[in-house]
């Protein structure tokens, strides 16, 4: 499988597609009015304990009071066996006050009217570990399967931390280690040793809000976290920014040097291969497939819904077998939907009725198979008695949607409009109803083209019978600037 990256800079924005066998698998965004957040560290401070959520509101220097939530506040130490929260949470009230000074990483950006997600369980990342201070624990990623390598792994860095005395913490082995030499290794953690002992001065320096650590700008985070052995290229098309990549890639990831080229092209480096077309693709509800059937995806705040029909491809054996082939088509297509679009929480997928539970078996192992690629989190489980598959996928940072579109001024995010027939119906109870309350010669109902045309011509007769029992005539106005669903009624 070839694989390559495009860095696509620009003063206003950053934007990196993966592009795997010519195809576009992921999109990142980063604008510079509107940074990301994940990964910072804040020193904050608590406005509001709220014990009937269990949770707190912390001010860390943004629009809105950041979210943290009593199993977050929880000294790591208490679940470092597990690598897990412990199973009782304390009342919030012990662990915060109000006015209370704290340390805090954000997990999730801001998303819709929600705050940022916090936590003090701090974790400092590199290109091949993850260091957590005051933590005793190694853990290891659990993509990394093969056994062998990852008793090596473990041995290794565990044998590194025993020796350093200066800074304590535990690690998080991250799947880029795998292959990695005891070297690399150790170069990490000395790299992570020498952050950790800034951020540590820093925290006891400054007053709250303020930021203490910012993670690395986009164009540096793609080389530490998506470079892989199997990347082919990786393309920045701006100097300066291929020349802060290479000073990052000759201190960290020397092996990937020959890898990393500047793109001085004329054509603009995402036309490649299609990217801008691929974008503008994943902002439809609509994908198709090539077999004829196609896809819709609706997000919601609460979840997202993925709907499978067979559309145009009518098959060649058997009603079963179409069905068949269509899910197993859309499992494909599905799992590189989720990361291209960033989709993230509680994800629906509703296939079309498979009556064989072999076939069912296999659209599933599809569709596992295809999310082993996704670097977010993921779990799913199996098909209900309904047909549909429920998933989750680990969601910190707005989806491609979110970051692109804002809802529709017009339907305000419904995604329909009322009919010029539901508003004509409107207006006249609006007219009942202002006859009764007020005394007026006549009205007049100022409204958008398409309604006034309907008042006027399939809505006549509606209206000569109004006016005959409010005893009062009628006039209309056609507004330009007017939605198909505004109307004023004005007394004359």
């Not at 199993?71 to 790591?76: C, E, L, M, Y």
């Not at 040793?193 to 001065?201: D, V």
Request: with cysteine; glycine share 6%.
């Amino acid at each position: 499988m070839s694989e390559e990256i495009l860095i696509n800079v620009t003063p206003v924005e950053t934007r990196v597609a993966l592009v795997e066998n010519g195809m576009l698998q992921e999109a990142y965004i980063e604008r510079t009015s509107r940074k990301g957040i994940v990964g910072n560290i804040y020193k904050g401070k608590v406005v509001r304990v709220l014990p009937g959520m269990e949770a707190a509101f912390v001010d860390i220097g943004l629009e809105r009071a950041a979210f943290i939530h009593a199993s977050d506040v929880i000294s790591p130490n208490a679940a470092d066996d597990a690598n897990e929260s412990p199973k009782t949470v304390p009342d919030i009230r012990t662990l915060l006050r109000e006015g209370q000074s704290l340390v805090v990483q954000v997990t999730k950006d801001p998303i819709g009217t929600k705050g940022a997600r916090l936590t003090t369980q701090l974790s400092i990342p590199s290109r091949y570990l993850v260091f957590m201070p005051g933590v005793s624990h190694v853990g290891i990623s659990q993509r990394i399967e093969d056994d062998t390598e990852r008793a090596r792994l473990k041995e290794l860095v565990e044998q590194a931390a025993a020796e350093e005395t200066e800074v304590q913490g535990g690690y998080i082995i991250r799947t880029a280690a795998e292959g990695a030499s005891p070297e690399d290794l150790v170069g990490d953690m000395a790299y992570l040793h020498r952050l950790s002992q800034s951020i540590q001065e820093r925290m006891a320096r400054v007053k709250e809000p303020a930021v203490i650590y910012q993670d690395l700008p986009l164009f540096i985070r793609t080389i530490r976290d998506l470079i892989r052995p199997q990347t082919e290229k990786v393309r920045i098309d701006s100097r300066e920014s291929h020349q802060r990549v290479m000073e990052f890639v000759e201190e960290f990831v020397t092996e990937f040097s020959n890898k990393v080229e500047y793109y001085p092209g004329e054509r603009p480096i995402f036309d490649l291969y299609s990217v801008e077309d691929e974008i503008q693709k994943a902002l439809s509800r609509k994908v198709q497939l090539k077999s004829g059937g196609y896809v819709i995806i609706d997000q919601t705040e609460a979840m997202t819904t993925i709907d499978i029909n067979t559309g145009g491809f009518v098959g060649h054996r058997n009603l079963e077998e179409t069905i068949f082939k269509t899910n197993l088509e859309a499992a494909r297509s599905i799992s590189r939907q989720l990361r291209l679009r960033n989709l993230g929480g509680i994800i629906i997928i509703d296939f079309i009725d498979m009556e064989d539970s072999e076939h069912q078996r296999q659209v599933h192992r599809m569709l596992e198979k295809m999310l082993e690629r996704d670097h977010a989190k993921t779990k799913i489980t199996g098909v209900s008695e309904l047909g549909l598959v429920e998933m989750t996928r680990k969601r910190t940072t707005e989806s491609l949607g979110q970051v692109l579109c804002e809802p529709c001024p017009i339907c305000d995010g419904r995604g329909f409009l009322k009919t010029s027939e539901t508003v004509c119906y409107e207006v006249f109870r609006e007219i009942l109803r202002v006859n009764r309350a007020y005394d007026a010669e006549s009205y007049l109902v100022m409204a958008s083209q398409s309604v006034v045309d309907r008042l006027l011509d399939e809505e006549s007769d509606n209206v000569a019978d109004l006016e005959t029992f409010i005893g009062k005539t009628i006039r209309f106005q056609v507004e330009p600037f007017y939605s198909q669903e505004q109307y004023d009624v004005v007394l004359l």
